[in-house]
């Protein structure tokens, strides 16, 4: 185009047509910045009543089941009659296995709000494991396990206890749920400069290979030739990989011969570093309102 053909005003026309446009972008910008202010508002609004909701299922159900979980022990312990005792045995058992798969759906939708902020304490490993071990006892015994915990130096460590815990008992209910009976598990403690770590190996068919991480997906139910499809929600391997990952660790699993071993490793974190709380065990873990609760 020959630019010296073209009139002032038609220059000026052209100019005007495009500053126009220019500006009909920019209104549709700033209203579409609007919307978007609006939904974030509403996002927001939405994941408070979420948490609030959560909090408040959690105490719904963990009250009750904290005083029928006490209620039920006190009959295991004091019942004369062996009928009685079986029966009150068998209602522990049924309700240990409920709070479990409660545990892991609070938790679950605790890492899916992002509300898994960690609380630091003094945590001792070693009544971590006594505490796991008596809470899976109905397995072991079932299935006639051994589980051997070994401990390579000081087993204190500067975690979150309540994570630790809720991570401990998956892998143990993993291991016991997979395990060959009359076999044995190992979990193991040790620590090198920068981790923590923690091992669970069991003596079973172990994972096919190819699956290796998918069993850390959501819901996911692992089973394969002999092994028939296990009970549960498929949520436990998930909820451990969230909270190792908010705890700055990792996970990884191998497989040899007929054995699985699952190693965590957990960052160390410094005690100048972090406001430290008191330690606390797993059956705290879901007895928020821990006022009138009784260990078992």
Known sequence: ?????????????????????????????????????????KNKKSQEIKSKFLSLVKNEFNNPMSSLLNIVNMMVKKSDNSQ??????????????LDFSLKNIFCASEIEAGEIANDYSMVKIEDIFDEVTDYFSFLIKEKSLGVNYNFEGSDEIISDSQKVNIILLNLVSNACEYSYSNSKIDVTFSSDDDNYIISVEDMGEGIEKGKEQDIYSSFYHYESGNTRRTAGL??????????????????????QDNKTLFTVKLS?????????????????????????????
């Open 234 to 255: 498929g949520l436990g391997l998930s909820v451990v990989s969230g909270l190792i990952e908010s705890l700055d660790g990792s996970i990884e699993n191998t497989r």
């Open 268 to 296: 160390k974190v410094d005690e100048k570093d972090v406001s430290l709380s008191r330690g606390i065990g797993s059956n705290e873990f879901i007895f928020d309102d821990s006022e009138d609760m009784v260990e078992f």
């Open 84 to 97: 009685m005792t079986e029966l009150s045995s068998l209602m522990k058992m049924e309700l240990l296995k």
């Open 1 to 41: 185009m020959d630019i010296s053909t073209i009139t002032d005003e038609k220059l000026l026309d052209e100019i005007g047509r495009r500053f126009q446009e220019k500006k009909s972008s920019i209104e549709e910008m700033e209203e579409m910045t609007k919307k978007l202010l609006v939904l974030n508002e």
